[in-house]
């Protein structure tokens, strides 16, 4: 029976995808993929390509996913995505998605698992789960995420500064994800927080690639600036 596979691919260093995510793109007849635009790449797709057999003819599908914060556009976008996918199945293929990190973390995999569930239930759905960046992070870095009882939080963006500072006053360790040119506006609302000036002030963009830049410092070292303009980049503050 025909198979739709969601896939995460880690953070982007090929050699931590795990082995069963590499068997099942080797195995699939359609790669499906996420791009923000036709004429951009997908990054899901470049980590995987040593996996890709051209011999074998697999097709190569990728699915706009525009970035924007509209949320009718989001949804239309998510709509029109799952049905491509699960038309493609019905038709006998065994598909892949591709997703950067987990498919169950922050992913558009998500809205079109629910979508296919809902208007597809005959369509055989499994996910195979990725490495996300934030372990890939704390292992190059040398730094605990959660220790004993600690709190964790893991904010996908810092767009609404007055929830993120409630949640800082309440949390051992702060996890930013998805966007680093807003990562510059929580170091005056960390120190609000309580957070000390010793606390532990690590950033990294582009993990697992060649351009990958790492930097740790205290929060009392961070000067005023844009830290990094990356989309995808992360931040860890801890307390010490």
């Known amino acids: 029976m025909p198979e739709l596979i969601g896939i995460g691919v880690g953070p982007g260093d090929p050699e931590l995808l795990t082995v069963k995510a590499a068997k099942a793109i080797q195995n699939a007849d359609t790669i499906m993929c996420p791009a923000s635009g036709e004429d951009r790449p997908s990054i899901a797709l470049s980590i995987v390509s040593s996996l890709i057999d051209k011999s074998k003819n697999q097709e190569i599908v990728k699915l706009i996913f525009p970035m924007t914060k509209d949320k009718d556009v989001l949804e239309a976008t998510w709509k029109k995505n799952a049905k491509i996918m699960a038309e ?64 964790v939080a893991i904010i996908p963006s810092c767009y609404d500064l007055s929830t993120v500072k409630e949640i800082a006053k309440n949390s051992e360790t702060m996890v930013f994800l998805k966007d680093g040119r807003y990562f510059d506006k929580v170091i005056d609302l960390l120190k609000e927080s309580g957070f000390p000036d010793n606390s532990i002030f690590a950033i990294g963009q582009d993990l697992g690639t060649e351009n990958e830049i790492i930097r740790k410092l205290t929060l009392g070292e961070v000067n005023d600036g844009t830290l990094t303009t990356k989309y995808f980049s992360i931040l860890v503050v801890k307390r010490v």
Do not use: C, Q, R
Not at 108 to 132: A, F
Not at 135 to 145: D, L
């Open 88 to 151: 493609k199945v019905l038709t006998g293929k065994n598909v892949v998605y591709l997703t950067i990190g987990d498919p169950y973390l922050y992913s558009t995999w998500i809205y079109m698992h629910k979508d296919i569930e809902l208007n597809h239930p005959e369509i055989k759905i499994s996910v195979i789960p990725g490495i996300v960046s934030m372990f890939t992070f704390a292992a190059k870095v040398g730094i605990s995420i959660a220790e004993g009882s600690e709190k």
